[in-house]
């Protein structure tokens, strides 16, 4: 017995792991293990030497036991500190950054312009993008056959509707729903489709940004106010604008406002097509016949509204030579506006 437990106690203090510890376990403390065994010696020993016997081995099971013990302690220890020194991270390196995106430079550009203009009391709204031809044309005062609709090559889907063709069709559709209830104070965002051809200013999908204000005395000077001040937001005070006298359907008097070419600073160059101008929208006060198509009377109501070019505030803003880059998702030119959201 005491070979055995010499032999044993150096066992559970070499022991490194709990396999090794449940192999003495096995060995020796286990119900068929050799301490075990001695207990079943007893019933050839002479009665008296029995207490004695039994005492002894009850003595060793209970010292190798709380060796046992002991050592099960002593390695789970040193299991989690090896654990723990094997697995530690140093929380005070630079984590790696997670790629995160970046809004579009044109959802930055029409969310600029819709805080504009959302402080001066204006409405969101949003119309659908496969329009009826009567709210992108008959209701613009644009007649079937008119020679008007020529301005705007369309992809028609069959003769009733369309892709829209300006955001002019959502104009349309909230005189209709503000039916001659005044104020109308909204803007309206979207996409365009036309059958253009892409160069560094066209595209055949855009996107434009439709205002419209009707009420009691509006004037054209309330129109070239509030496009004044969209374009100090929009460029800062040093870029120069300029009205143009135009003609559309849908307003009179019309307008169309250019901005100073980025590029060239004025002089012409080929985003300008020499020009030295960017033209950024179409105005104009809204045409009575317009007013009254949707029930407004418009010997007492008068109103104004504009079409922009998003993606040509856009270029001015950021001082892009080509429309093509919004489009062709290059991740160079898209994270570099992460710094403008
Ligand atoms: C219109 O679409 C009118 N509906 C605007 C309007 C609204 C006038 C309300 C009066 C009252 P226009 O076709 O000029 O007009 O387009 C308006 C603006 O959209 C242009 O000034 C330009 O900034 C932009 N635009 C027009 N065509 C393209 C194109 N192919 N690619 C990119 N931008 C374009």
């Known amino acids: 017995m005491e070979h055995i437990q010499h032999d044993v106690l150096a066992a559970l203090s070499a022991a490194q792991t709990k396999a090794e510890l449940d192999d003495i376990h096995n060995r020796y403390?286990?119900?068929?293990?050799?301490?075990?065994?001695?207990?079943?010696?007893?019933?050839?020993?002479?009665?008296?030497?029995?207490?004695?016997?039994?005492?002894?081995v009850n003595a060793l099971k209970k010292t190798l036991e709380a060796a046992y013990d002991e050592a099960v302690e002593r390695v789970a220890q040193a299991e989690i500190l090896n654990k723990l020194a094997s697995e530690s991270i140093d929380v005070t390196l630079p984590s790696t950054k997670p790629d995160v995106g970046t809004l579009h430079p044109l959802t930055i550009v029409q969310q600029a312009i819709e805080r504009y203009f959302i402080g001066m009391g204006y409405?969101?709204?949003?119309?659908?993008?496969?329009?009826?031809?009567?709210?992108?044309?008959?209701?613009?005062?644009?007649?079937?056959?008119?020679?008007?609709?020529?301005?705007?090559?369309?992809?028609?889907?069959?003769?009733?509707?369309?892709?829209?063709?300006?955001?002019?069709?959502?104009?349309?559709?909230?005189?209709?729903?503000?039916?001659?209830?005044?104020?109308?104070?909204?803007?309206?965002?979207?996409?365009?489709?036309?059958?253009?051809?892409?160069?560094?200013?066209?595209?055949?999908?855009?996107?434009?940004?439709?205002?419209?204000?009707?009420?009691?005395?509006?004037?054209?000077?309330?129109?070239k106010g509030t496009l004044e001040g969209l374009a100090k937001a929009m460029f800062g005070e040093s870029r120069v604008i300029r009205f143009r006298p135009s003609y559309f359907q849908f307003t009179e008097p019309s307008v169309e406002v250019d901005v100073s070419c980025h590029i060239c600073n004025g002089k012409g160059c080929s985003t300008c097509k020499g020009t030295g101008w960017i033209e950024i929208l179409g105005a104009g006060m809204v045409h009575p016949n317009v007013l009254s198509m949707a029930g407004f009377d418009a010997e007492k109501v008068s109103g104004f509204a504009f079409g922009l070019g998003v993606e040509r505030v856009a270029m001015l803003k950021y001082g892009i030579d080509d429309i093509r880059h919004f489009y062709t998702n290059d991740l160079r030119f898209l994270s570099a506006f992460k710094r403008f959201e």
């Open 29 to 56: 403390l286990s119900k068929k293990g050799i301490v075990n065994a001695l207990m079943t010696q007893m019933k050839d020993l002479p009665p008296e030497e029995k207490p004695a016997f039994g005492a002894k």
């Open 123 to 223: 409405l969101v709204k949003e119309g659908p993008e496969v329009e009826r031809d009567f709210y992108n044309f008959e209701r613009a005062n644009i007649p079937q056959d008119h020679p008007a609709r020529d301005m705007q090559d369309t992809f028609y889907i069959n003769t009733e509707w369309l892709l829209r063709t300006h955001t002019t069709a959502i104009q349309t559709r909230m005189l209709e729903d503000y039916a001659g209830a005044t104020p109308v104070k909204v803007i309206c965002p979207g996409k365009v489709y036309r059958k253009d051809d892409d160069d560094a200013t066209h595209s055949h999908q855009f996107t434009q940004m439709e205002g419209l204000v009707v009420g009691h005395n509006i004037s054209m000077a309330d129109l």
